[in-house]
């Protein structure tokens, strides 16, 4: 197979001079109110001397996988794209911050399309559409040439419903919907995923559900499905969540089932992490955590989550995630003492032994956020005149010597 620099996790010809460097914060007073301490939002942020990214090395990483086989695509090697799609989906390999690369390429195959969906260009995405078709007729027999027009036409069809005004989808407009998805369904099911062994092809028939009938009957067998071929796969999990949530084929007691489900499914291969998977996506789509969610179990996966890669990404993602809440506790802390006692317990593991470097993608609170979580963690020694500095596996404080 063609292995690009990308698949070898260094920087690649359109990565370069992608990766910013360390960056200036500044804070909003209005957080003074809640932060701890008595400490000021900007003197917290002035004493950070760890380095801080707009955007983290694994998205970066990740565009410059798109970027390369995107290239790839415009330059008509289709053969090399299969190959290399082939090669990456059956044997998992995976990105930094636990991304499947197989998606990215596919991606990548897909850009011009995508390019013209984001600019709701329809015309020229049916015309991309047919290209990539072109490509299927080309390798009829070949599962992952099948999954890239699939998943395109997949996409087209959720951009449209989604571009139209609320409770005015034309009959035309859900006319070409469904019959996208049924093309997409049509190729998908000449192929068998188990037999294959293609995540990639299991993920992308679990895409189908929005445009059929029976999506409530088979949600949960093509979710099975996917995860006995990559348990270690996180997207897996956030799909089937967003599935379960209140609002089309689930609720709120049934998603927490889900979410034991999967960890059940998956804890000899990354612990609790499922669970965390599942709540992450519940908050970024509820906007506030499931009231069903057990606190305490909830912060023990999160840590499964962080070490099933050990990366920077997702140990930003978990500070973001925990300062959220403590900052929520913190408004009544009288009333939520205990829940915030847990939760401060996981955010200082976190900035003490995993983060080492902040990535502001990952935080959804920006600054104001991440002044927050410094402060929570390592307010009184920053009020003895510490600094944060980089230590060991995550941060620590030091009181510079002059």
């Known amino acids: 197979m063609l292995v690009t620099p990308s698949l070898m996790h260094v920087k690649t010809r359109s990565g370069r001079s992608q990766q910013e460097g360390a960056i200036a914060l500044r804070a909003d007073a209005a957080l003074s109110a809640i932060m701890p301490d008595g400490l000021a939002a900007d003197q917290v942020l002035a004493r950070l001397d760890a380095p801080v990214l707009r955007l983290g090395a694994e998205r970066t990483e990740w565009q410059c996988i798109r970027d390369d086989h995107a290239a790839m695509a415009a330059a008509g090697e289709w053969a090399d794209l299969l190959e290399a799609l082939r ?25 011009a399309l995508s390019g013209a969906i984001g600019r709701k260009d329809w015309a020229a995405a049916q015309a991309e559409l047919a290209a990539l078709e072109g490509l299927h007729d ?180 978990a500070a973001n995630l925990l300062a959220g809440i403590a900052m929520e506790y913190r408004r009544d802390p009288a009333a939520s003492a205990y829940q915030l006692t847990k939760v401060r317990a996981a955010l200082s593991d976190v900035l003490w032994n995993r983060l080492r470097e902040v990535q502001m993608d990952c935080w959804t609170r920006g600054s104001e956020g991440l002044a927050f979580a410094m402060a929570e963690v390592f307010g009184p020694a920053l009020k003895r005149g510490a600094r944060i500095v980089r230590r060991g596996d995550g941060l620590g404080t030091l009181v510079r010597r002059t």
């Open 138 to 317: 080309r390798n009829p027999e070949d599962y992952c040439a099948a999954q890239v027009v699939a998943q395109g036409h997949i996409d087209l069809a959720l951009a449209q419903g989604k571009s139209a005004t609320p409770g005015q989808i034309s009959r035309d407009l859900l006319a070409e919907g469904a019959s996208h998805f049924e093309r997409a369904e049509a190729l998908l099911t000449r192929f068998d995923p188990i037999e294959e062994m293609s995540p990639l092809l299991a993920a992308t028939r679990y895409a189908l559900l929005p445009g059929i009938e029976d999506a409530a009957s088979v949600c949960r067998e093509w979710y099975e499905d996917w995860v006995d071929l990559d348990p270690e796969d996180a997207f897996a999990h956030a799909a089937h969540a967003r599935n379960m949530l209140p609002g089309w084929l689930g609720s709120l007691t049934g998603f927490e089932r889900e979410a034991r489900r999967a960890v059940r499914m998956t804890e000899g291969v990354t612990g609790k992490a499922a669970y965390a998977v599942f709540h992450i996506t519940g908050v970024e789509a509820l906007g506030d955590l499931s009231p069903t969610i057990d606190l305490e179990y909830f912060c023990e996966a999160l840590a499964d989550y962080q070490t099933a890669t050990g990366c920077q990404h997702r140990a930003n993602i």
């Open 87 to 111: 090669y990456t989906d059956q044997e998992r390999v995976m990105a930094s911050g636990g991304h499947r690369v197989a998606p990215l390429i596919s991606e990548g195959m897909r850009a």
